[in-house]
C-alpha cells in the first residue's frame, strides 16, 4: 500500500507562489519508483481536475490552464513530489490533491491507485 500526505497550501496573493508537498510512506524506494505521481484540484462546485504528472526518469505533463506557471518535481530519496505554483490566480483556488498510480493512463484518466487527503490553496485577488 501507499500512504500519501499533502502540505504547503495556505493563503496568497494574487501573482504570488506557494510550494506543495506530497509524502509518500508504505512502500520500499525501489517500488515507489515504479509509480507515476501526479496532482489534481477541485474547486468549489467543479470536477476534479488534471492538474500535472511525472513519471518514469522525469517525465512531465501538465494541464494547458497551468502550463508554464506550475512545475512538478520529484525528490526520490525523500520519496516526495512536489507542485510549484507561481503567477497564481484567483481561479487556481482549489483543494489539491496527490496522486499515484502504477499505469501513468490511470492518472491521466483521472482514476489513480491512491489519493492524498488534499491541501487547500486559495488565492486572493
Known amino acids: 500500500q501507499v500512504q500519501l500526505v499533502e502540505s504547503g497550501g495556505g493563503l496568497v496573493q494574487a501573482g504570488g507562489s506557494l510550494r506543495l508537498s506530497c509524502a509518500a510512506s508504505?512502500?520500499?524506494?525501489?517500488?515507489?519508483?515504479?509509480?507515476?505521481m501526479g496532482w489534481f484540484r477541485q474547486a468549489p462546485g467543479k470536477e476534479r481536475e488534471f492538474v500535472a504528472i511525472?513519471?518514469?526518469?522525469?517525465?512531465?505533463a501538465y494541464a494547458d490552464s497551468v502550463k508554464g506557471r506550475f512545475t512538478i518535481s520529484r525528490d526520490s530519496a525523500k520519496k516526495t513530489v512536489y507542485l510549484e505554483m507561481n503567477s497564481l490566480k484567483p481561479e487556481d483556488t482549489a483543494v489539491y490533491y496527490c496522486?499515484?498510480?502504477?499505469?501513468?493512463?490511470?492518472?491521466?484518466?483521472?482514476?489513480?491507485?491512491?489519493w492524498g487527503q488534499g491541501t487547500q490553496v486559495t488565492v486572493s485577488s
Open positions: 496522486a499515484a498510480a502504477l499505469a501513468p493512463i490511470r492518472l491521466q484518466n483521472g482514476v489513480p491507485d491512491y
Open positions: 508504505g512502500r520500499t524506494f525501489s517500488t515507489y519508483l515504479m509509480y507515476a
Open positions: 511525472t513519471w518514469s526518469g522525469g517525465t512531465t
